[in-house]
């Protein structure tokens, strides 16, 4: 029996069309939930924003890669070491020991335009290019330099 790996079809994707949103979807309905959450907003035609959310990490803990046309976020936290404090005793232990690993597949024109903390939050700012040879050019029609008084000559 074989078995498939969906994950690099199933990585969110940022600047494509509308087809990947659908793979998004199945994405967050099957990802573990003890994986931090995030957000991809478009602010304008060319503007994008990821939103991690990142408690417990500082901007010396997270590390961006851009490879390619895959942006990648890591992160692991540091283990609290128990031995240090042997005479505490938990009574819930909720916050756990959490690591972020993101991937997202960005087109060609998406440019990584800077990332920055903010109460918690890392905020990475990516901005849609396109370059001249892409953009639609209007063409002037022009009339026949040798029509004379609209006859030819």
Known sequence: MRTFDFTPVLRPTIGYG??????????RA??????PSY????SADDKYEIVIAAPGFGEDDIEITLTQNTLA??????????SENGNVEYLHRGLTNLSLDYRFDLSDN????????????LKISLQKEIPE??????????????LIEGKAA
């Open 110 to 121: 998406i440019k990584v335009m800077g990332a920055e903390m903010d109460k918690g939050l």
């Open 73 to 82: 976020i890591t992160a692991k936290s540091e283990a609290e070491d128990s």
């Open 18 to 27: 509308t087809f990947g949103r659908l793979f998004n979807e199945l994405e």
């Open 30 to 35: 099957s990802t573990d939930s003890s994986q």
């Open 133 to 146: 040879a892409l953009k639609p050019q209007t063409i002037k029609i022009g009339k026949p330099g040798n």
């Open 39 to 42: 957000d991809v907003k478009k």
